[in-house]
């Protein structure tokens, strides 16, 4: 099970960080990637981080702005969101899988969401 949590009500130019802590099991073994899904949209990838050696790779829209990381003793995966955007705003989601892709469908596990929203 994994649990996102940290959303909410930021104004453009600020921070927020984000938390998707798992339970139930250990995730250490998957790829952990985190997707928005801003209203009217379809769900987005935009980044994610290996399970070994702790490569990263993130969309242009995110790059230089969000940061993942992973906590294997906490079993946690965060992100760091800078300089938002009110494009930004979104539901933010949390996914475990067994390859960085944005392809929905193959990921194995899904956090419930926490809402971002970036006011202008």
């Known amino acids: 099970q994994l649990q996102a949590s940290g959303g909410g009500l930021v104004q453009a130019g600020g921070s927020l960080g984000l938390a998707c802590a798992a339970s139930?099991?250990?995730?250490?073994?998957?790829?952990m990637g985190w997707f928005r899904q801003a209203p009217g949209k379809e769900r987005e990838g935009f980044s994610c981080i290996s399970a070994r050696d702790g490569r990263t790779l993130n969309a242009d829209s995110v790059k230089d702005r969000f940061t993942i990381t992973r906590d294997f003793d906490k079993n946690t995966v965060y992100l760091q969101m800078n300089s938002l955007k009110p494009e930004d705003t979104a539901v933010y989601y949390c996914a475990a899988g067994a390859m960085c892709t944005t392809k929905v469908d193959e990921w194995f596990y899904w956090g419930q969401g926490t809402l971002v929203t970036v006011s202008s």
């Open positions: 139930g099991r250990t995730f250490s073994s998957y790829v």
